[in-house]
């Protein structure tokens, strides 16, 4: 007993900390606020994905369709004339909750090689049209000329990042909060039976198809609030934000951090945007080659991505009971 409360305490003092050298990275480095901003509003994309994948087992390789829907919802909401930011975060989950709500009628009932197929449609039939809807979206040169307002009407979104980075690290850390309470109420406790074990929760009566239908509906609102937050701090929405690779790789990142874990996604979307950085400045040329052999290499060496490898750890460290 006094094992596993010294246990939940030190997790509680490492999740402080994580988010305590998150916030000090304001001061720490300065030069960094953009990239950094960019790291928290992909790792809540990824925690996002995990939702649907990890805790619910809902294989998708779509989600950036709810990703780019709530960049798009943002940025048009701010290019024609209402630039508060936190009202278009509120719209981008609206608008990405219920277009995740309609599409899991489609998804859910299928198998897994089904709900891969349907998620890889959608992500490239919304890819197409945001394409063919130039003249509203801006297709292949992207959404431009957003007007963004101070947050609070305060704080105006400067060149060097700084409101960005402390609007991004608010908005995520709330949103975290909001996914880590919801994720440990008996919806999540629920989800997690239905990922181990489907027919079991069957024949306890739970409703099955129900619970992975809202599930993967929050998973697509919190991925439009993603978006939503990228287009707002960079003011402009791209259209490979709704594209497949985009899909691509946030699967990569969060299998990397780990799935079904949740801290996996933020601390893959870490380890990929600054390896991927440096990468490319270090060698311009051959940077996915290199960027390729490390992903193969912490797959292999570290199962469970990183978040599993650190698990692995910590219990070969605990004395044996």
Avoid at 33 to 43: A, K
Avoid at 93 to 122: H, K, N, P
Avoid at 187 to 211: C, Q, T, W, Y
Wanted: glycine content about 12%.
């Amino acid at each position: 007993m006094k094992t596993l409360a010294l246990s939940e305490r030190q997790l509680r003092l490492a999740e402080v900390a994580f988010w305590l050298l998150l916030a000090s990275s304001f001061f720490l480095a300065p030069d960094h606020l953009t990239l950094l901003s960019q790291i928290l509003i992909v790792g809540l994309f990824a925690v996002a994905l995990d939702m649907a994948l990890g805790y619910a087992g809902i294989l998708t390789v779509g989600h950036a369709a709810f990703f780019g829907a709530g960049a798009y919802t943002a940025g048009l909401l701010a290019k024609h004339g209402w630039g508060e930011p936190f009202s278009g975060l509120v719209l981008a989950l609206v608008v990405a909750g219920v277009l995740g709500y309609a599409l899991s009628f489609l998804i859910v009932r299928g198998a897994d090689l089904t709900r891969l197929m349907i998620t890889i449609g959608v992500c490239v039939l919304l890819a197409e049209v945001v394409n063919r809807a130039s003249g509203i979206t801006g297709g292949t040169d992207g959404l431009q000329g957003m007007q963004v307002w101070p947050v609070l009407g305060l704080f105006e979104f400067d060149l060097f990042g700084k409101t960005a980075f402390v609007y991004a690290f608010c908005v995520v850390l709330l949103v975290f909060l909001g996914v880590r309470l919801m994720l440990r109420s008996p919806f999540g406790l629920a989800l997690r039976g239905i990922h181990d074990n489907r027919k079991r929760m069957l024949a306890i009566g739970s409703p099955v198809e129900a619970r992975l239908r809202m599930a993967y509906a929050f998973s697509a609102a919190v991925a439009g609030v993603a978006g939503a937050l990228m287009a707002q701090t960079t003011q402009f929405v791209g259209i490979e934000s709704i594209g497949f690779n985009r899909s691509a790789e946030i699967l990569i990142i969060l299998v990397l951090g780990g799935t079904g874990r949740l801290y996996g996604g933020l601390i893959g979307a870490m380890v990929y945007m600054v390896v991927h950085d440096w990468f490319a400045d270090l060698n311009p040329e051959y940077w996915m080659f290199w960027l390729g052999i490390f992903l193969i290499a912490v797959v292999m060496l570290g199962r469970g991505g990183i978040m599993g490898a650190l698990s692995r750890r910590v219990r070969a460290k605990e004395p044996a009971q």
